[in-house]
DNA sequence: ACGACAAATCTTGCATACAAGACAGACTAG
DNA sequence: CTAGTCTGTCTTGTATGCAAGATTTGTCGT
């Protein structure tokens, strides 16, 4: 963050940030953002705060409590349904809307996949839900779209929040064999059956979400005192004790 | 324009009548939107609408030129082909993804091409013009996503917006039969079918545009003079004097 | 008559000041 | 000891003021 309180280009940086932030998961979904502390961080004035956030509100990503504060969103369950189902009506789409993968293309998604895999290795969690989420991305951008780029950006930053809050545990081998078989049927040029298993697989992740569970106001406290990070709230959880 | 400066809930309103503005093709492209004259139409303050422009600009329906002023976007040739890209892929994935026909969605539905065929019959061109963008408004509405619904929002004023700076003539009969065929098919539970028709009713207005010819920095002033809308521009112009 | 220069005016960019409301903590009464 | 109230503090909401830059218009020189 050091580097951020220099005043570099700090045009849209604020915007940037926190995007950015939220797609390394570094931001967790309800955190405040208050505008005095960003301004500071960012050796502005409330103002340029203000417009950012304005923009990233229209963005669907931080939302204002009148009077209260900026709060970087918590979906609920529907909006979570919403968002995957946009995301399958688009990325659907987007692939069914192709018919040849360029050689550059190519390489681009199998070095995503390699990038995927060497996270996956390393153990790097942080790093692997960025990548996991630029997949989709990457898609995006070979269809040469730059809105359809931005909408899937954003989607995508909703997308990691929502995992944040029902996504009990990562299957990261799943969602990677998963991004596999589609760069696989796109080489054959079946964008059809691409299409088909891009579905399938937002399928799987919004499968793997337990939409009860109810965004925890409690998750800072929580985690700053090491807590076991949210109890399960079903009927029967309790049974399932993982120590 | 009265209304509005009447204090109501003044809100979100500024957005809102830009972009219905728009919607209605009211507004042109390359329309000056002055921070101070928006501001007292409204009986607010700049800031307020700093913020409405900023979000705005978010959407892809204003831009500011730097010290300059804030002006509906005029979209490029390239921009142009990207919203349609973009529109052919939501919306034939929209359609593609449903699976029924509700009763309700059907009226709807019939319900707007009446409203279309009556607006045709009395030659409300500008009516008819909401209309048209907002056939497609209707259908992703249909999906009950509000996400969709928003974004294709957005990209119809766009669409709006390109057409008034690159289509020549309207061709309304077409695009109202190109409506009815979309609907027939979606009646008959036939979605792919109807994405099919979706993808092919955009391409023929896209087709109809002339995308060489460039937006006119003297339209406002050219019809304030009653002067013909635009000279044709190409090299032998200067010869068909209109006197 | 035409072109260049300069000042005046109008625009946004940004910061700051003040107002209104929400929340937390202390204090008091029962 | 508890519940309720009240005040102080901190937050955003909104307006306004000033600075920087772009455009335009008026003027002057050729």
């Not at 569970?213 to 005192?225: F, G, H, V």
Request: one cysteine or more; aromatic letters at 4%; charged letters at 25%.
């Amino acid at each position: 963050m050091q580097d951020l309180s220099s005043q570099e280009s700090v045009q849209t940086s604020i915007d940037e940030a926190v995007v950015s932030g939220i797609l390394s998961a570094r931001i967790r979904p309800g955190t405040r953002l208050s505008e005095n502390e960003v301004a500071s961080l960012f050796n502005v004035s409330r103002t340029r705060v203000r417009e950012a956030m304005m923009r990233l509100e229209q963005r669907g990503i931080v939302k204002v409590s009148p009077r209260r504060g900026w709060f970087v969103v918590e979906p609920s369950a529907e909006e979570a349904i919403s968002v995957y189902a946009a995301r399958r009506v688009i990325e659907a789409g987007l692939l069914r809307s192709m018919d040849r993968l360029t050689e550059s293309g190519c390489e681009k998604l199998q070095a995503h996949l390699a990038e995927e895999e060497a996270a996956i290795a390393a153990g790097d969690r942080q790093r692997l839900t960025c990548l996991m989420g630029d997949f989709h991305i990457r898609i995006a951008e070979l269809s040469g779209n730059p809105i359809l780029v931005e909408i899937l950006r954003d989607l995508t930053a909703r997308t990691i929040l929502i995992s944040l809050i029902y996504q009990s545990d990562f299957h990261a081998m799943q969602s990677h064999l998963g991004h596999c078989r589609i760069v696989a049927s796109m080489e054959e040029g079946d964008f059809e059956k691409a299409a088909a298993l891009a579905v399938e697989h937002l399928d799987e992740v919004e499968t793997g979400l337990d939409l009860t569970r109810r965004p925890d106001p409690l998750a800072d406290l929580r985690r700053s005192l090491s807590l076991p990070p949210q109890v399960p709230a079903s009927s029967n959880a309790s049974r399932k004790t993982k120590t």
